[in-house]
């Protein structure tokens, strides 16, 4: 299982909802028993009552366009979403400190400098939706044209 050997860089993950930390914690429980299963990890999330948020992630990716996360992806395709998918997120997160603290100097000191730099934060931000693989090669292990950037 992929994600098993990711379990240091889920665990490390920062989420902003309480449901989302709870989803990860199951996950890094379910990768104690080295035979676990799709449906063992299903079960368990249903058991802690988050099948609402299993259903709605399980339909985001049946509905995606992206052939990605569909089965029959080749794992070292998958594996290339999960990293920038993990760095994107970093990044995310950064971005929502770095607002947050950006907020706060203003405040402090109303000065241009600092509007401009809460701005380029904001663009930044508004900029993170959409964003996909732009890996050289992505998606030829899966039988897909490689991109060639």
Known sequence: ????????????????????????????????????????????????????????????????KQWCVKEGAAERDVEEVLRQALALHRRERALHKELKSAEILLAEDASDENLVRLREIKAELAAFEGREATIEGFGGASGLPERNN
């Open 1 to 64: 299982m992929l994600f098993r050997s990711y379990a240091e860089e889920l665990a490390s993950l920062e989420f902003s909802g309480r449901d989302m930390e709870r989803l990860r914690d199951v996950l890094l429980g379910c990768l104690s028993d080295p035979e676990v299963e799709a449906v063992t990890i299903r079960r368990a999330v249903d058991r802690v009552g988050l099948t609402g948020l299993r259903e709605r992630i399980e339909s985001l990716a049946g509905l995606s």
